[in-house]
């Protein structure tokens, strides 16, 4: 399933994380990947860092540009959010230990997915453009998750 939707500001941005972090806390299931594609300053990070209040992450977030992953471990969640911008080679990726373990449920956001792709399946890819003022998101992927997530935003 393919679903467009505009942002108009930071604000939307923010609270389409928070409308993630709700499902992510409703689902029975214990892993989730995400592949955030879109230019710089598309508004990437700052979905990811509307998931992470929603989910009482407190302190800062910030771009994995320079890094290449950000982990926040709390309690019963562990969120990834990588940034494959940087990265020229296979191994970067793979010293990541994506697929650790982990006794909650495990998050993982990817910026610049395309660098893995046909390696990692996502369950919801999410294309950010920038258009007018605003961010329009297309949503390619799980359909039951793609309409929890419109209902949510109702």
């Given at each position: 399933m393919i679903e467009n939707y505009i942002l108009k500001d930071?604000?939307?941005?923010?609270n389409f994380g928070s409308n993630i972090?709700?499902?992510i806390k409703e689902s029975n299931d214990s892993i989730f990947e995400f592949h955030l594609q879109g230019n710089l300053g598309a508004g990437k990070t700052t979905l990811v860092r509307g998931v992470l209040r929603a989910l009482g992450w407190r302190g800062s977030?910030?771009?994995p540009t320079y890094t290449?992953?950000?982990e926040y471990d709390f309690e019963e969640f562990l969120i990834l959010h990588i940034d494959l911008y940087r990265t020229e080679i296979e191994e970067d990726v793979e010293m990541l230990e994506l697929n650790r373990d982990f006794n909650g449920k495990k998050v993982i956001f990817?910026?610049?997915p395309e660098k893995v792709e046909g390696k990692r399946m996502a369950n919801l890819k999410?294309?950010?453009?920038?258009?007018q003022n605003s961010r329009k998101i297309e949503m390619i992927g799980?359909?039951?998750?793609?309409?929890?997530?419109?209902?949510e935003d109702k």
């Open positions: 930071e604000s939307e941005t923010l972090a709700a499902l977030v910030k771009s290449i992953c950000e990817i910026e610049w999410i294309n950010m453009m920038h258009y799980d359909t039951i998750l793609i309409e929890k997530l419109m209902k």
